[in-house]
Nanobody, 111 residues
């Protein structure tokens, strides 16, 4: 069983920055971030594997940066130039043999 714990969310004004963190209970090959805005479906933000290969939602390129520290089993999401539409609950996720695991989420509110 994998546990994922996110942190770093908060309330910021438009144009501000936040850095989200996720710590995993086990070393995982691919980890990612999803977000869900109120009243909207969950959407993929970015993924990164333990070799550093990254996928990023096209609309977030240039503002969001995903990274990880394999030794610490940590993953990060640096979010810059935040916009009100970035508001939502951000979840860390991974999978084992196609079984997904999710963290409880960390709230990001941009006003």
């Amino acid at each position: 069983h994998v546990q994922l714990v996110e942190s770093g969310g908060g309330s910021v004004q438009a144009g501000g920055s936040l850095r989200l963190s996720c710590v995993a209970s086990h070393a995982m090959y691919t980890m990612g971030w999803f977000r869900q805005a109120p009243g909207k479906e969950r959407e993929a933000v970015a993924t990164i594997n333990n070799e550093g290969a990254i996928t990023m939602a096209d609309s977030l390129e240039g503002r969001f940066t995903i990274s990880r520290d394999n030794g610490k089993r940590m993953m990060y999401l640096q979010m810059d130039s935040l916009r009100p539409e970035d508001t939502g609950l951000y979840h860390c996720t991974t999978s084992i043999r196609l079984v997904p695991y999710w963290g409880q989420g960390t709230q990001v509110t941009v006003s």
